[in-house]
């Protein structure tokens, strides 16, 4: 993966989040299901895929996610504009998140990374 980031970024709702702590995996939620990968962002990537696709919805978490651990199940694929975005073809496992934390905004409405 040279030049590209380590880390990650997923966005759950608290009950998928609640349902991979029981699990230790997050199998996709129903778009990552049908697109048979899960969805990932790059911190860069990660305020305008809240905005794009979370738009409205209260009670959400950010995972930090190292990709490395991850190892060929994750491909950085065109997407949205042309860019590359980290696709994850394989469940996520709770082993691999970094941090998480719920979802919130700094002051120029930027998606803060959990820490």
Known sequence: MSGRPETAY??????????????????????DL?????????????????DKHFAGQNDLVVLAVDLA?????VRWEESRGGALFPHLYAPLPLTAVLA?????RDADGAVKLPG
Not at 34 to 48: I, K, N, P, R, W
Not at 100 to 104: A, I, T
């Open 34 to 50: 049908a697109d048979g990968y899960v969805h990932l962002s790059s911190a860069e990537q990660l305020t305008e895929t809240v």
């Open 69 to 73: 651990g991850l190892g060929e199940a």
């Open 10 to 31: 997923k966005v759950l709702t608290r009950a998928e989040m609640a349902q991979m702590q029981e699990k230790g995996r997050f199998d996709g939620a129903p778009v």
């Open 100 to 104: 998480h934390g719920p979802l919130e």
